[in-house]
């Protein structure tokens, strides 16, 4: 049989509790109020257009990724895991992006067409 121990009780042995990770929560904070500070910037600086909106696109990738790499835990998960969620994710996107450029090539014509 297994066995199987119980490790509930491991710190009213001891009487220590664990340290807290406040340290590395206001690192966390401290990241993302920078980052949303530079989008908000860049959105009351900046004239809308391309170049706005592709800025806003990289700063909100960098986010998502960090939240997910420190609240979800991803960054400390085997390399062969993150890969499987960081590559299809990637490559939907990338689809999503080829998709609305195909589809509003695809909408000129037919209206250059018929026009």
Do not use: C
């Not at 904070?29 to 257009?49: N, Q, S, W, Y």
């Amino acid at each position: 049989m297994a066995m199987h121990t119980d490790h509930s009780h491991d710190y009213e042995n001891t009487g220590e509790l664990p340290k807290p990770q406040t340290k590395a929560i206001w690192k966390t904070f401290i990241i993302l109020v920078v980052l949303t500070a530079i989008e908000f910037v860049f959105a009351f600086m900046m004239d809308a257009g391309t170049l706005r909106n592709s800025i806003f696109i990289i700063l909100t990738v960098f986010k998502a990724f960090f939240i997910v790499s420190e609240f979800m835990h991803l960054k400390h998960e085997a390399k062969a895991l993150i890969w499987s969620i960081l590559l299809p994710t990637a490559l939907i996107a990338w689809l999503m992006v080829a998709l609305i450029s195909e589809g509003s090539y695809y909408f000129d014509s037919v209206v250059n067409y018929f026009n």
